[in-house]
């Protein structure tokens, strides 16, 4: 390996190109980091969020491969999901429907002109509070990169355990709240998906089985 190659890993340079690479694809705007104040925010969440910042775009790919899962038979829900690059990234993979659910109002509108310019017609934003979401009772995929803190974590947590059937994987990048999850008997740990690995990186759960 170059100097010059490593360097750009160090530098996280690579996954920059990578995104901009991508967002030239549909002329989508998926990038730029946005800190909460500032933003039109009609919920009492709003003090547990977090900042807008996009995942790079393998990391879905590399998780529902880790998983082995088929994307057509699962719909997939990013909680949190800013200006909507999962969504559509999901809507690449081929799952059969793709929520994005966001309760910025400026994000949202980002979100659903970034999913217009890409052109599927699988992608729907939700505005809205993620704590609030009601899942659907089917095979579904939940998509996280730390949206938001213990509080609202919590809440989804309760949402999930409302349904009758456990047919549900969870992603979740930079976990800071993934003991929630360890402790949802639903649920079982998958691990890493090796090119994610870390404390900080993507984790995996799915459902028990019996």
Not at 151 to 179: C, F, T
Request: with cysteine; net charge neutral.
């Amino acid at each position: 390996m170059s100097f010059s190659k490593l360097l750009d890993i160090l530098t996280g340079r690579d996954a920059q190109r990578s995104a901009v690479d991508w967002d030239a694809k549909y002329g989508t705007d998926t990038r730029s980091m946005v800190e909460l104040h500032g933003l039109t925010i009609g919920h009492d969440s709003r003090r547990f969020g977090e900042r807008y910042q996009a995942s790079d775009p393998s990391v879905l790919g590399d998780a529902v491969a880790f998983i082995g899962l088929d994307p057509p038979l699962y719909r997939f829900v990013d909680l949190g999901c800013g200006k909507g690059r999962m969504p559509i990234v999901a809507a690449e993979l081929g799952f059969k429907s793709c929520i994005g659910v966001e309760f910025a109002d400026e994000l949202a509108l980002i979100a659903r002109a970034n999913a217009a310019a890409a052109g599927f017609k699988t992608i729907a934003i939700v505005h809205g509070d993620a704590g609030a979401y009601a899942f659907q009772d089917e095979p579904f995929v939940l998509y996280l990169f730390n949206p938001f803190g213990r509080q609202i974590m919590l809440r989804v947590r309760d949402n999930l355990l409302e349904l009758r059937r456990a047919e549900y994987y969870v992603i979740y990048k930079n976990p800071r709240e993934r003991g929630i999850f360890d402790e949802m008997s639903t649920l079982r740990y998958l691990g890493t998906p090796p090119a994610h690995k870390g404390a900080w990186g993507v984790h995996v759960w799915g459902p028990r089985r019996a």
